[in-house]
Nanobody
């Protein structure tokens, strides 16, 4: 049983920064890819950044150049450094793991955390 626990969310002003953390426990060896997703009120959950075991990263256009995903395999911890935040980034942020896929589509990700809220005020 894999457990993913996100932390680091909060309230920040526009232009600010936050770092999200996702701690993984249990059997995580099957994860080929880890990713960050977000869901804003009234919108579908979207993939924003993913990283595979060898460090290849993928970003949604909306966050490219502002967000950085990283993975510490030794600590089984996933990070998302977010900068230049805007109100449009306000959402619940989730981390997830997939066995064989590393794109930004949500369906192949089998393990999900409970989410951490990010609120950006103007």
């Amino acid at each position: 049983q894999v457990q993913l626990v996100e932390s680091g969310g909060g309230s920040v002003q526009s232009g600010g920064s936050l770092r999200l953390t996702c701690a993984a426990s249990g059997y995580t060896g099957g994860h080929y890819c880890m990713g960050w997703f977000r869901e804003a009120p009234g919108k579908e959950r979207e993939g924003i950044a993913t990283i595979n075991k060898i460090g290849t990263t993928y970003y949604a256009d909306s966050v490219k150049g502002r967000f950085t995903i990283s993975l510490d395999n030794g600590k089984n911890t996933l990070y998302l450094q977010m900068s230049s935040l805007s109100p449009e980034d306000t959402a619940m942020y989730y981390c997830a793991g997939a066995n064989y896929y590393c794109g930004l589509t949500t369906a192949p990700y089998r393990d999900w955390g409970q989410g951490t809220q990010v609120t950006v005020s103007s």
